[in-house]
């Protein structure tokens, strides 16, 4: 297959908007990294998303849609069609030049012991507003053939670490609402979910304060960490547990709310421990891979919040920690531009997910294709 132009579009787990980005590739080597752009959540929208996760938690089918979801899920896909037609209006692209997209959608639940996995968004509906295929649905055959239908974007890491001069092994970080990792050992790859990543940090904030998160990490850097709550919370199980392993985004609210004794907490010291928990959660993960990265490189949300990266900085030493940004990525961008990419792979039937990522037997592609109707 020839070099395509694709669209990648992520809404992730700590749901504050729609990222859009543009690549050219071929499916295997990245090309031409096109401009990016953002499409906000209102505080309205979050709400109805809100309810929505909150209402997930009751599904025993993934194609069941409660009126919350049922909600949501329109919501979404307005939202996302409008952030692709903004997106091609602001940068001078027509619908025929693009080949397709990748429509991640939201993840409202993820729980791969019960083989299912939710993600809220109509990839037809898409395909028929804007023009374009879209390719969506990307975590359903993974968890149908027994994987943990996540992390999904670890073959995209390879691709653009082998882009680079820096040593190997490769931790790279997506500090999204849920932190995960990709080793990258040449063609070799280990991904995992990690831990708690902003999710719990955004919703404590929003508990207390009424803000959506820590801006600039202000709150956890007045604070002081609770050295033995931080202790208490890795202790649970699933730190140590080996790979394959992932998450859904709320899976550790009650068990840190009850170790990390959130609710005695200032808001500065509870900002600071669960700011520390997402820090040493990654830090104990290196036990978990071949060998110690030489280096790491962060992207995602809490890229924006210095005191999470200062405390990664600490804990991940000697190794070097960059941003995706200081390395001429895309911090924000990163996972839109992952699922132009798994848009392309998925079009061309190359794996999207493998067994060193998701624990699948064998490689496995994904995602299902939409075309205009």
């Not at 931080?230 to 790979?243: C, E, G, K, Q, T």
Request: proline share 6%; net charge negative; with cysteine.
């Amino acid at each position: 297959m020839s070099v395509v132009s694709a669209i990648g579009l992520m809404s992730g787990t700590s749901y504050d908007g729609v990222d859009v980005a543009l690549i050219n590739s071929n499916g295997e080597a990245v090309g031409r990294l096109g401009p990016t752009g953002y499409r906000a959540y209102s505080d309205a929208e979050r709400a109805v998303l809100r309810r929505a996760i909150a209402a997930a938690g009751n599904l025993c089918d993934r194609h069941q849609r409660p009126e919350p979801l049922a909600e949501a899920e329109a919501l979404l896909t307005a939202v996302h069609a409008e952030a692709v037609e903004s997106y091609l209006a602001a940068n001078g692209i027509t619908a025929a030049d693009v080949a397709v997209i990748g429509f991640h959608g939201q993840t409202v639940l993820h729980q791969p012991d019960r083989r299912l996995t939710v993600q809220l968004g109509n990839g037809e509906e898409l395909a028929s507003r804007l023009g374009i295929p879209v390719v969506y649905d990307f975590r359903a055959a993974d968890i149908a053939a027994g994987g943990e239908g996540a992390p999904l974007v670890p073959v995209y890491h390879r691709a653009m670490v082998r882009m680079l001069d820096r040593p190997q092994p490769v931790g790279m970080l997506n500090l999204g609402g849920v932190a995960n990792l990709t080793y990258i050992d040449g063609d070799d790859l280990v991904a995992f979910d990690v831990g708690p990543g902003n999710a719990l940090i955004d919703d404590f904030m929003r508990l207390r304060t009424g803000e959506p998160c820590d801006a600039d990490g202000s709150k956890a850097a007045a604070g002081t960490v609770d050295v033995q709550a931080v202790a208490r919370v890795l202790a649970h199980p699933y730190f140590a547990r080996r790979p394959p392993k992932s998450l859904d985004r709320n899976e550790f609210r009650n068990w840190v709310a009850e170790e990390g004794l959130l609710a005695r907490k200032s808001i500065e010291d509870g900002a600071a421990t669960l700011t520390a928990i997402t820090a040493a959660a990654i830090a104990a993960s290196r036990a978990l891979l071949p060998r110690p990265p030489a280096c790491w490189i962060a992207a995602g949300g809490g890229t924006r919040n210095p005191t999470l990266m200062r405390m990664l900085a600490e804990r991940l030493a000697p190794a070097e920690v960059e941003t995706a940004n200081d390395v001429g990525w895309s911090a924000d961008a990163l996972e839109a531009q992952a699922f132009a990419y798994l848009a392309v792979r998925s079009l061309r039937g190359l794996p999207l997910t493998f067994p060193g990522t998701t624990g699948v037997p064998a490689p496995l592609t994904g995602g299902v294709l939409a075309r205009p109707g």
